[in-house]
């Protein structure tokens, strides 16, 4: 196998499951605000950075935190990469393109969801989903806001060229009220 089953089956494994399993519910129970295009291409895209982040921070010269429970990758890890990290990144979208905040309440919309992050990367490292060796909760926060910044200026670019349904109503009916 690939990536091995975890050797003991505890708090870091179980954290990742309910986790899961919540963020999944609510992306199937809240509104969808984004065409398949874009989420398609916010998921990957977190995927991507997700593992270069993992990929580059936690090997030597620098090694920096480790996930699960030790420095090599198995199973949860995969599962922690694909399928629940990018469920944040994609709530953030999905606001956003339903709030449009504009000026000043863009900013406090990125700290916001920034403040979700480290609220969530926290009780992560408290059930040693990630352990550090080097790495700060603080830097995290900053990298949220740049991560959530690109993820939002990219779903914007996608979503001219491929809006979602919702969005090309709200489109539609700012054309309309700006006509009359």
Do not use: C
């Not at 420095?71 to 953030?92: G, S």
């Not at 926290?122 to 040693?128: A, G, K, N, R």
Request: glycine letters at 2%; a positive charge; proline letters at 4%.
């Amino acid at each position: 196998m690939i990536f091995p089953l975890p050797r003991e089956f505890d708090e870091n494994e179980l954290f990742i499951i309910i986790s899961t399993i919540i963020t999944w519910a609510l992306l199937f129970m809240l509104p969808k605000r984004l065409s398949a295009v874009t989420v398609t291409i916010i998921w990957t895209f977190n995927v991507f950075l997700a593992l270069l982040a993992d990929i580059t921070l936690t090997v030597k010269p620098y090694e920096l935190y480790f996930t699960i429970d030790h420095k090599t990758h198995e199973l949860f890890d995969v599962v922690l990469h694909f399928i629940t990290y990018p469920t944040l990144p994609y709530f953030v979208v999905n606001s956003y393109q339903h709030y449009k905040p504009e000026g000043l309440k863009r900013i406090f919309f990125l700290l916001f969801w920034g403040v979700a992050a480290i609220a969530l990367e926290w009780t992560s490292v408290q059930f040693h989903v990630f352990t550090y060796t080097g790495w700060k909760l603080s830097i995290s926060f900053l990298v949220y806001l740049i991560v959530f910044a690109a993820a939002i200026w990219l779903s914007d670019f996608v979503e001219k060229k491929y809006p979602s349904k919702w969005n090309s109503k709200a489109l539609n009916m700012k054309k309309g009220s700006a006509s009359q």
